[in-house]
Every structure is written in structure tokens, then in C-alpha cells.
DNA sequence: GTTCTTGCAAACCCTTTGCACGTCT
DNA sequence: AGACGTGCAAAGGGTTTGCAAGAAC
């Protein structure tokens, strides 16, 4: 094989951070981590429960959440709200500093990177007096052709 | 008395909104938006309810909810969905096109406006072939100070 | 052995819904 | 009068919590 398995040193970072806040490194937080690696797209708390006991893990849906918070906090995991229900999860890793556009239509999520954001974002931290550490940008658009958007309605 | 009575522009817009989608012109409706700009800030739907029953208002939740849906819907608000449980809503006349800055430390909520976002976000929509609607930047930052964020705690 | 984590289920918060009554047109 | 909106309380989805059993240190 030679894809690098940097799901690897995502494990070693977590176990790092663990071991720095004084958190146990149990088989399940590890886990976590692998199956994240695995889904490689946006996921919510409940995706993740199900698609980690449909795949044989045994875990609770407390032990997610704790996870997911304990991976967000250590930087390995981006937490997003958007429009509706659950928050989403995602690796950071996975895409640097990208955002989201979300289709209004039909509700789809399109990633995308513009690194003028990063400037912009500095810039009006500077002016206000903060440090920045991250940002979520979500640009609600619609489709020009919308009959492309499989979702949509007329009125 | 000088003051721009601006919400009752509000209200116009709002009453020509419910007629022509035919929804009907009751007192609540109107009497939301007559608190919400008393209020002048970011509220959530719990926040309006408390405050507009403990002026005297006799107000239910479920109406609360649904006049706000509407009031997001024909534009006179935005709903935001900031770090943690309910949605927050503002006047989008309050301050148009405006971004948010949330300090991690204690949780306040900057308000700033940068043009060059509207540049930023119409090009990118440009790029993926949709029209630009509406965008929400958050800004997770920390304050350079961190003795002046109250909330502030050291681990 | 002690302390932390897990799993389960119940509790919780925010929001939506069903139904009877009230109000707008 | 008829249709729609309101208020109430109950249901709903997503997330958190209390507690006993189990795993990490």
C-alpha cells in the first residue's frame, strides 16, 4: 500500500492530547478516529452511531458525543450548525480551511477553498482587537439551472 | 419626537408580505415586531416570549415560533445559528450585511461589517455556477487580553 | 484498588404539532 | 360564517446526564 495512513498520526495526536488533559485512551475513543477516517465526508452524532454498529463496534450514543466534543476540543474534528437539526462533524484535516455554500433549493452542501478569507479574517481580528482561530463561512445560494436541484419546489 | 418610527416601515413590509402570501394580519404578529425592536440585539425565541409576557403581553410559544419563521422568511430577520442550543435572530435592518465575531473565552458577540466579503462570497458562487442569496461568517477568535473577557478561566 | 469511562435509559432543551377555542376577513 | 391563527400541553428530535458495571491507570 502506499496511501500515508494519516488516520495514524491523527491517533497519535489524539492519544497526545489525552495524555496532556489527563483522559484515559480507551479502545473506543481510538475507534472513533478509524471510523471518522473511514466515512472521509460530513457526518452527524447519530450517522456515526449507526454506521459504527452496523459495522460491528459496540458503542453508545454517550460515548460519541463525548468523543466527538473531546475531538472537536482538540482541534482534530471541525463542529458545524448549519441550517437545520443536528450539528455536523468533519475532519480538519480532511479539506484546510474550507467553507460551505448551501444550496437553498435542495438543501445540498458544496465545499470550497478561497484563501482571501484567511487574510480578511485577520484583518478584521487586527482591527478589533482578537487572535483569530477559526471561522465558518456558509453562503446560502441557489442553483442557476434549478431543475439540476433535485429537491426543488415552485412554491 | 425625531426618531425614524422604522418599525412601522417594518410592519408595512410585513403586512404587505402576509397579504399577499394570505396569511392574515393578526395583533401578535404585528406586536412581535413592535418588541423585537425594542429589544434591539441578538435574542432567541425564549428571550422574546419572556419579554414580551413579563411587559404584559399575552403571547404563546407556538406563536412566537411561527411569526418568527415567517419574519426570517420574507427577510425582516436573519436567524443565525451561533456555537451552542437555540437559534438567535436580529433585525436585518439592524445592521445589513454584518458578520459575527464570537470570542471562545467567554462567549461575546462582535458585530462587524467588511465589504470585501460580498465580493468574496459573489465570486466564489460565480466559480460553482449558483446565485449568491445570503452568507454567515463567524469568526471564532480569542481577546488579546484575556483579564478583560469575564468568563474567562484557566482550565 | 482507585478513578475514569462506558452503556443504558431517563431527563433535558429547543422546537414542532394536535386540538379546541378565538379571531380575522 | 368560514378559514385561519392562537394557546396550551404533549410529542418530537438532538443532546446531556445519573447511575451501575466495566476498563484504564
Do not use: W
Request: charged share 30%.
Amino acid at each position: 500500500m502506499s496511501l500515508p495512513t494519516d488516520n495514524e498520526s491523527l491517533k497519535q495526536q489524539f492519544a497526545d492530547f489525552l495524555k496532556r488533559k489527563k483522559y484515559r485512551g480507551t479502545q473506543e475513543r481510538f475507534n472513533v478516529i478509524d471510523r471518522i477516517a473511514e466515512l472521509d465526508r460530513h457526518f452527524n452524532a447519530d450517522e456515526l452511531y449507526l454506521y459504527m454498529n452496523g459495522r460491528g463496534d459496540r458503542i453508545s450514543r454517550a460515548t460519541i458525543y463525548s468523543t466527538l466534543d473531546l475531538l472537536t476540543t482538540c482541534g482534530i474534528l471541525m463542529k458545524h450548525r448549519f441550517q437545520g437539526g443536528s450539528a455536523h462533524f468533519e475532519l480538519a484535516s480532511r479539506m484546510p480551511d474550507h467553507d460551505h455554500l448551501i444550496c437553498m433549493e435542495c438543501g445540498h452542501i458544496e465545499e470550497f477553498r478561497e484563501e482571501k478569507i484567511d487574510v480578511l479574517r485577520d484583518g478584521v481580528c487586527t482591527r478589533l482587537g482578537f487572535r483569530p482561530m477559526a471561522h465558518s463561512l456558509q453562503i446560502f445560494a441557489t442553483c442557476h439551472d434549478p431543475l439540476v436541484c433535485p429537491h426543488n419546489r415552485q412554491d
